[in-house]
């Protein structure tokens, strides 16, 4: 059966590295939002060319132009024996619209990567990025340094406002059977297997 997932989980869970082992351990496409907008900007398309004018505004960019282009995206053959969704939906309608969008071939997996807030921010404040600084890199030999958005006060207050528009959504898919939470304050392995059960589990009970 094919593996159509939607990862979930606030900044510093996880989320987009166990996306990206999801999707190679089933050889489906993760579907970055952040990546298919830059691809469509990129390739001229009429959705990417609304997305660049209002990217380049500082907006943010419409449910409608994003459905657009997560739909375009999964319309591809490579998604058709599934996919891992990553950054989207963000929000009820978006979620609406993607259920619109598919049809009943597979069940839609929900998972929610959950880690206790202060461990997020003692991950993400503790992060640190290549550029002039104290500390060296391992993998370039460069300096390392925090980015500004990376500090305690800043982290607290980006999980504010991602529980804050993030929660509606959890709750939207917390009522469906196939809707699986997973303890993210473990080993990335451990995650890993638990992402592994909570597929497996819907789809053995979808057969």
Partial sequence: MAVRLVMMGA???????????VAREHGVPRVSTGDILREAVQAGSPLGKAAKAVMASGALVSDDVVIGIVRDRLARPDAAKGFVLDGFP????????LDESLDHAAPLVVVDIEVPTEVLVSRLSSR??????????????GKLVQRPDDTADVVRERLRVYERDTQPLVEFYRRRETFRAVDGDQTPE?????IAAAIASV?????
């Fill in 128 to 141: 640190r990025i290549c550029a002039p600084g104290a500390t060296v890199c391992e993998k370039c030999g």
């Fill in 11 to 21: 900044p510093g869970a996880g989320k987009g590295t166990q996306a990206e082992r």
């Fill in 190 to 194: 451990g995650v890993a297997r638990d």
């Fill in 90 to 97: 963000r929000t009820v309608a978006q979620a609406e619209a």
């Fill in 203 to 207: 789809l053995g009970a979808k057969r």
